[in-house]
Every structure is written in C-alpha cells, then in structure tokens.
T-cell receptor, first 116, second 114 residues
Framework: AQSVAQPEDQVNVAEGNPLTVKCTYS??????LFWYVQYPNRGLQFLLK??????LVKGSYGFEAEFNKSQTSFHLKKPSALVSDSALYFC??????????????FGQGTTLQVKP | KAGVTQTPRYLIKTRGQQVTLSCSPI?????VSWYQQTPGQGLQFLFE???????NKGNFPGRFSGRQFSNSRSEMNVSTLELGDSALYLC?????????????FGPGTRLTVL
C-alpha cells in the first residue's frame, strides 16, 4: 500500500534561515511526489512535483525539494524563510501505473511557523 | 485562467439531511477528484471522475456519491448526514488522469453538521 509520512507536526524557523519540511514515502513501484501548501481557510496550492530525472526539483515561491530514492524521502526546502511562508504543508504520492487515477495519498501535514 | 471554483463555500445542515456540493474545474481540465479534510483523518480521497465516469473511489460509505456533467463540472452528494461528516470538502481538477499530472484545488466547501 502507498503511504506518506511527515514526521514533524510543526517546524519553527526564524525568518531568513533555511527551512526543511520532511517527507518519506512508501510505494511498491516508482513514485510521483508532490508538495502542496494550505493557508487558513483556503484550498491546497501546488508547489512542485517530482516525476523523473533530476533529483532536485524547483517549484513556486523559491521552494525546492530533493528526491532521494534510497531513503525514500522527498524533503521540501527553502534557502531563506519568509514570515509569509507560515502555513500547512502537505506531501503527497501517487504510484506510477498503480491505476489509482486521480487519487493522491497525503501525509498528515506539517505546520511551518516562521518567526520574524 | 480561472481556478477551480466550489459552491457553496459554507454549509450548515442537521443530522439526517442531505447536501449537494458543486465544483467547476479549470477550463480544459477533464478530471475532477474530491477529498474530505478533517483534523483527525487528514486528507482522504473520495472519488474521481473523468469524462462523466467514476474512475476511482475511496473508502467511504455509499451515502457519499458524485457525478460529472458533460462540461466537466462535478457534484458530490452526501445523504443522511452524520455529525462525523463535518469537514472541509475539496475538489481538485487536472488535465487528464495521467499519474504525473498535478491536481489544482478549489477553496473548499466547509460543511458543518449539527
């Protein structure tokens, strides 16, 4: 079965410092991986995805993520955090060829708090 | 290009009633998926529609149903509402059912069951 784990409920960083939000996944085949962000009372906004190729994926708002197949991880990173980055972040996976069309498996979410 | 729109944004119902939620996907997107978001269970997949056909279904009781129209707009229906159905219901659209396509989410409908 496919699953996603976000081991930290909350991550606190100071503005200007680098941030990392962790994600590990479990699939039996090849994964497609996604990061989304959710602001209060809003839907999810797509940040970036890994399909194939370069393990470092760049996305919106200066975010990037590194795919590590051996560690089955897809951590979200940003070199310099902004207060406006404070939000709820979700990692999601879909297994290539699984037939689970339209279905994303989400982690439980990590709240990012960036303090001025 | 307009994003995914969902109506209504907020709903208050009582137990036993039924409710219909509506979703209009991004223009040109033919796949629509629905998710339920609760503090306890997180984001859970309900179902996906493509070309008016349900392609995939999550582990929800039969009280949860949906449909898609020829213009790709989708509705979901919950009958005989229970307190536990209180949640944020999110609709997402994508170009197709290809595994690598990202989904674009609407703002959600907040359903409160009293």
């Amino acid at each position: 079965a496919q699953s996603v784990a976000q081991p930290e409920d909350q991550v606190n960083v100071a503005e200007g410092n680098p941030l990392t939000v962790k994600c590990t996944y479990s699939v039996s085949g090849n994964p497609y991986l996604f990061w989304y962000v959710q602001y209060p009372n809003r839907g999810l906004q797509f940040l970036l995805k890994y399909i194939t190729g370069d393990n470092l994926v760049k996305g919106s708002y200066g975010f990037e993520a590194e795919f590590n197949k051996s560690q089955t991880s897809f951590h979200l990173k940003k070199p310099s955090a902004l207060v406006s980055d404070s939000a709820l972040y979700f990692c999601a996976v879909r297994e290539y060829g699984s037939g689970n069309t339209g279905k994303l498996i989400f982690g439980q979410g990590t709240t990012l708090q960036v303090k001025p | 290009k307009a994003g995914v729109t969902q109506t209504p944004r907020y709903l208050i119902k009582t137990r036993g009633q039924q409710v219909t939620l509506s979703c209009s996907p991004i223009s040109g997107h033919r796949s629509v998926s629905w998710y339920q978001q609760t503090p306890g269970q997180g984001l859970q997949f309900l179902f996906e529609y493509f070309s008016e056909t349900q392609r995939n279904k999550g582990n929800f009781p039969g009280r949860f149903s949906g449909r898609q129209f020829s213009n790709s707009r989708s509705e979901m229906n919950v009958s005989t509402l229970e307190l536990g159905d209180s949640a944020l219901y999110l609709c997402a659209s994508s170009l197709s059912t290809s595994d690598y396509n990202e989904q674009f989410f609407g703002p959600g409908t907040r359903l409160t069951v009293l």
